[in-house]
């Protein structure tokens, strides 16, 4: 019982969509997808972490995570995903473990998406390929975001407490951006809180964000967790970060998000 006007350019656009939704359901099958990890270091720029991300080589060139990530959380794809990202990281954890080659204090830093999160075996999941792998779970990081917490936030924490109970730790990434809520920061078991890169770009240019990077950090430092700065490009933005007591850097200034073999 409606009338509508036909756009052929919103066509063009859901049919590219519905292509590449396709094309994403082939690509983990066929080996299309990677899987790229980018340092994170410490104050005396030590590497102490790496944060996994995902690549897509579609046959027609590379789509960025920022296009596909969305179109996998639209259906349960994004837990098939998932499942192999989580089990890529423990393969790779534990193999870097028995090689000698994590320094001391390393943490793998993996993103979970909300409704990865969301599923009921989500954590009985994580804790059997843990033990299967044989990787220390004190070398694993989940990164969440704040838009995972709106709902259920006290089955949130009860899936975090059990995960930490082995011993994994909790980021709260794109801090700042989202939903954010005081009350979470201090009832959520976390361990690290991201700065999000938005912040930390025009730290020079801008002062309101001089200010609210330097309040994240007091605010984080007081609660007893790690800050990690987000996309540190230059020096200047690096000094004012350490200068204010940030704990972890992560940004092109390091280094880009690289091959796993290469990363090794
Ligand atoms: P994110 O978690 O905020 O990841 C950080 C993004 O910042 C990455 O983009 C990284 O390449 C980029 N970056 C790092 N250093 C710099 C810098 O110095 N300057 C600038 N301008 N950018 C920098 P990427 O790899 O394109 O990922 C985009 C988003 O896709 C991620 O944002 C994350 O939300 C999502 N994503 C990536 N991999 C996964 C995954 O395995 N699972 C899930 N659920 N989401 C993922
Ligand atoms: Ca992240
Ligand atoms: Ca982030």
Same mark, same amino acid.
């Given at each position: ?29 066929? *080996? ?16 102490? =972490? =790496? ?9 027609? =060139? ?13 259906? %349960? ?47 009985? %999941? ?27 936030? %006290? ?18 990434? %794109? ?44 605010? *984080? ?9 987000? *996309? ?18 992560? =940004?092109?200034?390091? *280094? ?9």
């Amino acid at each position: 019982n409606t009338v509508r006007f036909f756009d052929p350019a919103l066509a063009a656009a859901l049919t590219e969509r519905a292509v590449l939704r396709n094309d994403l359901r082939r690509a983990l099958a066929e *080996g299309q997808l990677r899987l790229y990890c980018q340092p994170q270091l410490d104050a005396a720029r030590r590497v102490v =972490g =790496g944060e996994l991300l995902l690549r897509w080589q579609h046959p027609r =060139g590379e789509v960025l995570p920022e296009v596909f990530i969305p179109l996998a959380e639209e259906s %349960d794809l994004i837990v098939a995903i998932g499942r192999w990202v989580i089990a890529t990281a423990c393969r790779n954890l534990a193999h870097w473990d028995q090689a000698g080659l994590l320094p001391p204090g390393f943490a793998l830093a993996v993103n979970v998406s909300p409704r990865q999160f969301r599923q009921a075996t989500f954590a009985a %999941d994580l804790e059997a390929t843990l033990r299967q792998s044989g990787c220390d779970p004190r070398r694993f990081l989940l990164e969440i975001t704040e838009g995972m917490l709106i709902h259920q936030v %006290d089955e949130a924490i009860t899936i975090m407490r059990r995960l930490k109970a082995l011993g994994i730790g909790f980021a709260l990434d %794109d801090f700042g951006t989202g939903y954010s809520s005081l009350a979470y920061l201090q009832r959520l078991p976390l361990d690290q809180l991201k700065i999000d890169r938005s912040f930390v770009r025009n730290l020079s240019e801008n002062p309101n964000d001089a200010v609210i990077v330097e309040t994240i950090i007091v605010m *984080g430092r007081q609660l007893r967790l790690q800050v990690l700065a987000e *996309g540190v490009e230059t020096e200047a933005q690096y000094a004012f970060l350490n200068a204010r007591g940030c704990n972890q850097f992560q =940004g092109y200034l390091f *280094g880009p998000p690289l091959p796993l073999a290469e990363f090794e």
